[in-house]
């Protein structure tokens, strides 16, 4: 069985204010039953972790570089990620895919890297409303996920995270039949190609998740878990989503 996550994707949100909603969170689920993660911006990694250290909540990072170090101005290594703190790193969002360019071989190399320095890979695929439109959304993720991920995996290393384009931030969810199509091709594709392995992948659904549709998300079958943007942001709200995980 895949284990449960539920992540919050803060993006280019949160001063040191924000802080606060993480340590809200510890208090509301001291021993939790599922595995909780926030990916605060760059700038308060270091910070959330020494919040959050002794606590059942992991920080994460929202994207690194491919190498450890080096001549990189304004970028971030895995390592660097780590020795503040992060135990996650997000990959291959199609914020960065769009903004920045990655292709999947870029993912790829950056999922490698977060490996070697110890961090869990959240690899993030997912279709354009137009790819949806033409049919090819199965065909889409299957081939980012074949160019985004190392030919040998760690199983506990790697989850990966099903985001729609057209859902995220739009308020727009697939339909359950769709989300569940996805996540059984995901996970037979997984399978194909790394055997049990691909049992143990945690498959996050991302797009628009709310406390108020996270339980019928989470009933559908390969779906273990979230990956949560605006939602995240305030406790209030993530707990709702999380108590729903726990609860499925
Ligand atoms: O992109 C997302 C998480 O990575 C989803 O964002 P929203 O939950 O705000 O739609």
Redesign the pocket.
């Known amino acids: 069985m895949a284990r449960k996550l539920a992540?919050g994707?803060w993006?280019m949100n949160g001063t040191q204010a924000a802080l606060t909603e993480a340590q809200a969170l510890t208090g509301m689920f001291p021993a939790p039953s599922v595995e909780i993660l926030l990916c605060p911006p760059t700038t308060l990694v270091y910070a959330m972790a020494e919040a959050l250290r002794g606590t059942a909540i992991h920080t994460g990072g929202q994207d690194c570089h491919a190498h450890a170090n080096g001549a990189h101005t304004g970028d971030t290594s895995a390592e660097l990620l780590a020795d503040a703190g992060a135990t996650h790193v997000?990959l291959g969002?199609?914020?960065r895919r769009a903004d920045h360019g990655e292709t999947d071989a870029i993912v790829r190399a950056k999922t490698q890297a977060a490996v070697a320095a110890g961090l869990v890979a959240i690899v993030?695929v997912g279709e354009t409303l137009e790819q949806r439109e033409a049919g090819e959304t199965l065909d889409v993720v299957r081939a980012q996920l074949q160019g985004s991920l190392p030919d040998t995996i760690e199983a506990d290393k790697i989850v990966i995270?099903y985001?729609p384009v057209w859902?995220?931030?739009?308020?727009k969810v697939p339909t359950l039949d769709q989300i569940g199509e996805v996540h059984a091709d995901m996970r037979k594709a997984l399978a194909g190609r790394f055997g049990d392995d691909a049992k143990m992948l945690p498959l996050l659904y991302?797009?628009?998740?709310?406390p108020t549709n996270a339980a019928e998300i989470f009933a559908v079958s390969d779906v273990d878990g979230a990956?949560?943007?605006?939602?995240?942001l305030k406790a209030d709200d993530f707990s709702g989503i999380i108590s729903a995980l726990q609860d499925a």
């Open positions: 992540a994707n993006k997000i969002h199609s914020e993030c995270a985001e859902a995220i931030g739009t308020g991302g797009g628009s998740v709310k990956l949560v943007g605006g939602a995240s």
